[in-house]
């Protein structure tokens, strides 16, 4: 019996410690495409995936760059998609921030190469110029039940600080239950200064991430859009749904509206990875939704835009975890236990 998937494709902070060897450990029989993408790290003189992946030690400051974790998170997903089992029809891609690059090769509206090359072009920019930076923050609590008030205080105090001399700050990403804030130095301290600390770890800083989804990224856009000129963006073979919510369907998208989208817009402004999942269950409600590796710490966020929308009458983490029971429907790759549920045997 065919089970029909949405695959989600993680953005950066996925490659961690335990990370280490993804390539090898998981698809040993894919070198001759991760050559292909070393070939593509050859032109800029940088170390490919391979010799990344096969380091004998994990450093955070080398890993969390995004000339370095970008092109390895785009190998580990992209040949996770690429492993499912033959049982399982992919309805739609989707991804959360930069995972849209991913999605876009997943779903066949670039080439493997080519998607690697948007990825390793924007991640190396992104470190390049290192534009502001990103902090996150809940507005869930640990029932994960939705919260509307806290998010919309939450986003007023962002307004507000946001108002304030010297300080720049705004919605980055909407991940499920929390919210990625995006802004310059002096917005993020304030926002930290103001709100109180919960969970013992929010507000949290993200090392090495720069002000993603926000109007500081014009210069990344631009010179992205220079860098990627040549690039040849197509229709893709399978419905990709965007940060807005939007489905490009196969052979009703238009290609330039796709490159504008994916080099604009989508750096540039908030990233509703909530509005993602949310179009996702809504249009094509899956049997699964699929969270390729590396890493498994987005999962969370698909539950929570799940109850947020109140799927399948999901309204907390309780009743998210009844269903999960009784037949999983959210998959995380890059977790030992449930990597088996949807790879070939």
Same mark, same amino acid.
């Given at each position: 019996?065919?089970?029909?998937?949405?695959?989600?494709?993680?953005?950066?902070?996925?490659?961690?410690?335990?990370?280490?060897?993804?390539?090898?450990?998981?698809?040993?029989?894919?070198?001759?495409?991760?050559?292909?993408?070393?070939?593509?790290?050859?032109?800029?003189?940088?170390?490919?995936?391979?010799?990344?992946?096969?380091?004998?030690?994990?450093?955070?400051?080398?890993?969390?760059?995004?000339?370095?974790?970008?092109?390895?998170?785009?190998?580990?997903?992209?040949?996770?998609?690429?492993?499912?089992?033959?049982?399982?029809?992919?309805?739609?891609?989707?991804?959360?921030?930069?995972?849209?690059?991913?999605?876009?090769?997943?779903?066949?509206?670039?080439?493997?190469?080519?998607?690697?090359?948007?990825?390793?072009?924007?991640?190396?920019?992104?470190?390049?110029?290192?534009?502001?930076?990103?902090?996150?923050?809940?507005?869930?609590?640990?029932?994960?039940?939705?919260?509307?008030?806290?998010?919309?205080?939450?986003?007023?105090?962002?307004?507000?600080?946001?108002?304030?001399?010297?300080?720049?700050? @705004?919605?980055?990403?909407? %991940?499920?239950?929390?919210?990625?804030? #995006? +802004?310059? /130095? *002096?917005?993020? !301290?304030?926002?930290?200064?103001?709100?109180?600390?919960?969970?013992?770890?929010?507000?949290?800083?993200?090392?090495?991430?720069? @002000?993603?989804?926000?109007? %500081?990224?014009?210069?990344?856009?631009? #010179? +992205?859009? /220079? *860098?990627?000129? !040549?690039?040849?963006?197509?229709?893709?073979?399978?419905?990709?749904?965007?940060?807005?919510?939007?489905?490009?369907?196969?052979? @009703?998208?238009?290609?330039?509206?796709?490159?504008?989208?994916?080099?604009?817009?989508?750096?540039?402004?908030?990233?509703?990875?909530?509005?993602?999942?949310?179009?996702?269950?809504?249009?094509?409600?899956?049997?699964?939704?699929?969270?390729?590796?590396?890493?498994?710490?987005?999962?969370?966020?698909?539950?929570?835009?799940?109850?947020?929308?109140?799927?399948?009458?999901?309204?907390?983490?309780?009743?998210?975890?009844?269903?999960?029971?009784?037949?999983?429907?959210?998959?995380?790759?890059?977790?030992?236990?449930?990597?088996?549920?949807?790879?070939?045997?």
């Amino acid at each position: 019996m065919t089970r029909t998937a949405v695959v989600i494709c993680p953005g950066r902070g996925t490659y961690g410690k335990e990370e280490l060897g993804y390539l090898k450990r998981h698809h040993a029989d894919r070198m001759a495409l991760f050559s292909a993408f070393d070939a593509v790290c050859a032109e800029e003189d940088a170390k490919g995936v391979v010799e990344l992946d096969a380091a004998e030690r994990f450093s955070l400051a080398t890993y969390t760059r995004g000339d370095v974790a970008s092109p390895l998170i785009y190998a580990a997903s992209f040949a996770d998609a690429a492993a499912l089992a033959d049982d399982i029809e992919v309805v739609a891609v989707t991804g959360n921030s930069m995972g849209w690059y991913i999605a876009l090769a997943v779903a066949g509206a670039l080439s493997p190469v080519d998607g690697f090359r948007v990825v390793n072009t924007m991640g190396g920019l992104m470190q390049q110029h290192l534009i502001g930076g990103q902090l996150i923050y809940p507005f869930m609590e640990g029932d994960w039940q939705n919260a509307p008030e806290q998010r919309a205080a939450l986003l007023q105090a962002v307004a507000e600080i946001d108002a304030e001399a010297d300080c720049v700050l @705004a919605r980055s990403i909407e %991940l499920g239950g929390m919210l990625v804030l #995006a +802004g310059n /130095e *002096a917005g993020l !301290a304030r926002f930290e200064a103001t709100q109180p600390k919960v969970q013992d770890r929010f507000p949290m800083r993200l090392p090495n991430h720069a @002000a993603f989804h926000t109007a %500081l990224q014009q210069p990344v856009a631009e #010179a +992205g859009q /220079e *860098a990627l000129a !040549a690039l040849d963006f197509g229709q893709p073979e399978r419905p990709m749904i965007d940060g807005r919510g939007h489905v490009w369907w196969p052979q @009703a998208s238009d290609p330039d509206a796709l490159r504008d989208y994916t080099l604009g817009h989508q750096v540039t402004e908030a990233y509703d990875f909530s509005a993602a999942i949310r179009a996702a269950a809504v249009e094509f409600a899956p049997d699964l939704f699929i969270v390729t590796g590396p890493g498994a710490t987005l999962g969370g966020a698909v539950a929570q835009s799940l109850i947020r929308c109140q799927w399948r009458g999901m309204t907390s983490k309780a009743t998210f975890q009844a269903l999960q029971r009784e037949a999983p429907l959210l998959v995380s790759m890059g977790m030992a236990e449930q990597r088996p549920w949807v790879t070939a045997a």
